[in-house]
C-alpha cells in the first residue's frame, strides 16, 4: 500500500547540469520546481535561458550532470515554426491525432482559452503573429502537461493576448516555467521570479 504522506516527486530537477554551449569553466545549473510551482526566469539576451529550456525539452543535450521532469510536458519555443498553409482548425486536428488518448475535447478547450475558435477555419499564414502565438500557446496546453515552458511567450501578443494568457496560467495546474529577458510584461504573468544566475 502507497502512502498518502508520500511527497510526490519533483516536476523538474537540475542537478549539477552542463550546458551544450558552456565553457568548463562556467558554474553548473541547480534548480527544482515542484509539481505546480510556477517561476518567471529572468535574464539578459545571449545569457543561455532558450538553450536552457531547449535541453530541458530534450532537444539539445546537457554535457553533464543530471535532468529529471515530468514526462508530459508542453512547450512554446521562442521562434516556432508553424503550418502556414494549414487551417487553425486542421493544425490542431493533427496534433490531436498525433498524440496518446482522447484529447478531442481538450483540443478545443485550448483553442478556447486563446479566442481561437473564430479563426478556426482561416489559414494560419493568413492570421497576424500575435494570433500565430496563441495557436503556439494554445498547443502547449493540448494533452493536459504536467510541465509547461514557455519560451518569451509575450512575442507579439497584445493587450488581449496577454490577459488570456494571464489567466490561462493563473487556472493551471501545472507547473509553470517562463524564460524572458526583463521589462517585456512577463513580469505580470506570474508572481514569483528569479534570476537566470540564480540557477547556478
Known amino acids: 500500500m502507497v502512502s498518502k504522506n508520500m511527497t510526490a516527486p519533483p516536476a523538474l530537477i537540475l542537478e549539477n547540469v552542463r550546458l551544450a554551449w558552456q565553457d568548463s569553466g562556467a558554474p553548473l545549473l541547480n534548480f527544482q520546481a515542484q509539481m505546480g510551482d510556477k517561476r518567471l526566469v529572468l535574464g539578459e539576451n545571449g545569457c543561455g535561458k532558450t538553450t536552457l529550456a531547449e535541453t530541458i525539452c530534450g532537444y539539445l543535450m546537457a554535457v553533464s550532470g543530471n535532468l529529471g521532469r515530468s514526462t508530459r510536458l508542453g512547450y512554446v519555443a521562442q521562434q516556432p515554426k508553424l503550418p502556414l498553409l494549414t487551417s487553425v482548425e486542421s493544425y490542431f486536428e493533427q ?3 498525433l498524440s496518446p488518448g482522447d484529447i478531442v475535447n481538450d483540443m478545443q478547450l485550448c483553442m478556447n482559452f486563446f479566442d481561437l475558435s473564430q ?4 489559414k494560419i ?3 497576424s503573429r500575435g494570433w500565430q502565438q496563441r495557436i503556439n ?3 502547449a496546453w493540448l494533452g ?3 510541465l509547461i515552458i514557455l519560451d518569451e511567450p509575450q512575442t507579439a501578443l497584445d493587450t488581449d493576448g496577454m490577459a488570456s494568457l494571464r489567466k490561462v496560467i493563473a487556472s493551471s495546474s501545472a507547473t509553470i516555467l517562463i524564460f524572458s529577458p526583463p521589462q517585456t510584461g512577463c513580469e505580470s504573468l506570474i508572481d514569483t521570479h528569479i534570476h537566470y544566475g540564480d540557477l547556478c
Open 95 to 97: 496534433l490531436v491525432a
Open 119 to 122: 479563426h478556426a477555419n482561416r
Open 125 to 127: 499564414g493568413d492570421l
Open 137 to 139: 500557446l494554445a498547443q
Open 144 to 146: 493536459n502537461p504536467q
